[in-house]
């Protein structure tokens, strides 16, 4: 996210050979069709009071750090990242606790919207959807959360189960395996399918929450 490959990679293998655009791929059957739809939610107002909070916490920090921020770090992407190898340092400085002060309430907004209550309530509006569905992907944000996803699908009377990278891997490979062989239609999960991990197909893929980075958007559809 922080585009140093334009910086350092691109020069050195001598720039883009070849570009492959989205209706071409689809021609030669090279990615699969899809459609995408939002569901609003409404949050609590506890939720509610608790994001207005955050979020006046994150602009605080934010006007702040832009006074610390390099000329060429112009960009969101590069922002978060600038800001996220400061609060990693590890000798003490103003510039440290206000980048994790700013880290820390990102975080905590990131986690109460991937974990409100109303997007289960919706999860379980959506059983219809997942009872036609082959197979189906719920991407979740935290281990509780793929847990939670799970529990509120199996109260819809479907069969699903959770894996995450704290699970055993005897464990894992058990429930992917029952994906795949479609005794239980439906996986939740938070990170642990991003990348590295060679996932069964799947028909419906219900993203509960996400990092906003267009390289896991790219990823989960794919």
Do not use: C
Not at 104 to 111: I, L, T
Not at 131 to 160: H, K, Y
Not at 196 to 204: I, K, M, R, S, Y
């Amino acid at each position: 996210p922080d585009e140093k490959h334009l910086e350092h990679l691109d020069p050195y293998f001598g720039g883009v050979v070849f570009r492959l655009w989205y209706e071409r791929a689809r021609e030669d059957n090279l990615i699969a069709p899809f459609d995408i739809a939002l569901i609003g939610v409404r949050l609590e107002p506890r939720e509610y009071s608790e994001y207005q909070e955050l979020s006046e916490r994150i602009s605080k920090s934010h006007r702040t750090l832009q006074g610390y921020m390099p000329n060429e770090a112009r960009s969101a992407a590069q922002f978060l990242a600038t800001v996220a190898g400061w609060a990693a340092e590890e000798a003490l400085s103003a510039r440290t606790m206000l980048a994790r002060k700013y880290m820390r309430a990102v975080s905590s907004r990131q986690r109460l919207l991937s974990q409100t209550h109303a997007k289960l309530t919706n999860l379980e509006l959506l059983t219809p959807a997942l009872a036609n569905a082959r197979s189906s992907l719920i991407f979740s944000l935290t281990q509780q959360g793929a847990e939670d996803a799970a529990n509120a699908v199996s109260r819809g009377g479907i069969s699903a189960t959770a894996v995450y990278s704290e699970m055993s891997s005897a464990h894992r490979k058990q429930h992917m395996h029952a994906f795949r062989q479609g005794s239980m239609p439906v996986l939740a999960a938070p990170r642990v399918l991003d990348e590295g991990v060679d996932v069964p197909e799947a028909e419906l893929g219900i993203v509960l929450a996400a990092n906003r980075s267009k390289r896991q958007l790219v990823q989960r559809l794919g």
